[in-house]
């Protein structure tokens, strides 16, 4: 079981990213419209006909970081739902609890790390970074 200060903090924690994650949404949506507003224009000036092809690379990214920002608010969302019926903090794989260092550091996390590796190495998702350039694994 997580204790209630533990509990205070994650929520509180959830809380901030959701705030956020929403402001960061709110703010590709204006910058969506704004780019709908400007590419209807004949008056383009030239420095940012050059530009074209740097704003399509640059909306391409916009969607992929919206779709992240969507899937984000929806683990926050429910691992609030989860704090509030009680089920927080359980792994949904294997019902075992999730260590409450892992909450701290992840808090939208729904699984243990045993079974989040599990699940990862299903989805072709590797379970580590790759190596940083500056760090040698021969030491
Ligand atoms: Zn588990």
């Known amino acids: 079981m997580i204790d209630d200060d533990v509990r205070t903090r ?3 924690k959830l809380e901030q990213e959701l705030d ?3 402001r960061r949404l709110e703010a590709l949506r204006d910058e969506a419209r704004t780019q709908e507003a400007e590419s209807g224009g004949d008056n383009t000036p030239l420095t940012e006909a050059a530009d074209a ?3 399509v690379e640059e909306r391409e990214n916009s969607m992929q970081v919206f779709g992240w920002l969507i899937d984000r608010s929806e ?3 429910t691992a ?3 704090l509030d019926d ?4 359980i792994c949904e794989s294997c019902g075992n609890p999730i260590p409450a260092k892992r909450l701290m550091a992840r808090p939208e996390a729904t699984m243990c790390v045993d079974c989040q590796e599990e699940h990862d190495r299903r989805q072709g998702i590797p379970s580590s970074p790759p190596p ?3 760090a040698s ?3």
Do not use: W
């Open 10 to 12: 994650i929520r509180e």
């Open 20 to 22: 956020d994650v929403g």
């Open 75 to 77: 683990s926050l969302n």
């Open 132 to 134: 940083s350039p500056g």
């Open 53 to 55: 092809a740097h704003v």
């Open 137 to 139: 694994p021969l030491g």
């Open 80 to 82: 609030l739902r989860r």
């Open 86 to 89: 009680g089920t927080y903090g």
